[in-house]
């Protein structure tokens, strides 16, 4: 069955270090997301993505981050200036339809702000 | 807003059990309803989803669930649970104008043997 891989699974880094989390979507999916779970919380929006460009973003989703697709099959969130409170599980999604039909998550990228 | 509210965030059963996970919905037209389940360390799984039609659904690993719209709910179902399905469950809806799922605080499920 097709996957979304997120890479790495684990990521560690220095406050107000930039971060790149990667994500590879299904193939002939055109609709993704970026979404976080704080630990203990519920899983949050943050960004959908299609025909190359940011369609909805939450408030969370400041002047901080940004999206990417740079080359056709790579999903990447880019975290700038990275802060304690980003600390939390980053899930990738995709969908070949929209929300309206669900989507396909990665198993998630858990980023630690220290 | 369109929102889920799971009012249980701890549920526990005996393996071989039924399970009822509840899911009421705030929602002014038909909505788009999902259930996921997420076991530790891992991503978020596809059960079932409710767009129109039969409001009995059918999912993988043996789960069901039944929109409601005079309740507002659309409560998780399985008619006998095993030690596997110990997890944390989440109820989410299409919100947004269709462009974002918005998640409940879901339920964590605890299986006795």
């Known amino acids: 069955e097709p996957e979304v891989t997120q890479t790495p699974s684990h990521q560690v880094t220095q406050m107000g270090q930039e971060v790149i989390l990667r994500c590879v979507p299904i193939?002939?999916?055109?609709?993704f997301y970026w979404y976080r779970q704080i630990l203990g919380q519920k899983v949050e929006f943050l960004v959908s993505?299609?025909?190359?460009?940011?369609?909805?973003k939450s408030e969370i989703f400041d002047d901080q981050f940004s999206v990417e697709r740079p080359d056709g099959s790579n999903f990447t969130l880019k975290i700038r200036s990275t802060k304690l409170e980003d600390s939390a599980m980053y899930f990738c999604a995709s969908s070949d339809r929209g929300a309206t039909y669900g989507y396909t998550f990665g198993s998630g990228t858990r980023l630690t702000v220290v | 807003a369109q929102s889920v509210t799971q009012p249980d965030i701890h549920i526990t059963v005996s393996e071989g059990a039924s399970l009822e996970l509840r899911c009421n919905y705030s929602?002014?037209?038909?909505?788009?309803l999902f259930w996921y389940v997420q076991s530790p360390g891992q991503g978020l799984q596809l059960l079932l989803k409710y767009f129109s039609g039969d409001t009995l659904v059918q999912g993988i690993k043996g789960f069901e669930a039944e929109f409601k719209r005079s309740q507002s709910s659309f409560n998780l179902r399985k008619p006998s649970v095993h030690w596997s399905d110990a997890a944390e469950y989440f109820c989410a809806v299409v919100t947004g104008g269709g462009n974002k799922l918005t998640f409940g605080t879901g339920t964590q499920l605890k299986v006795e043997l």
């Open positions: 929602y002014g037209a038909t909505p788009y």
């Open positions: 193939s002939n999916h055109l609709y």
């Open positions: 993505f299609y025909n190359n460009e940011i369609s909805e």
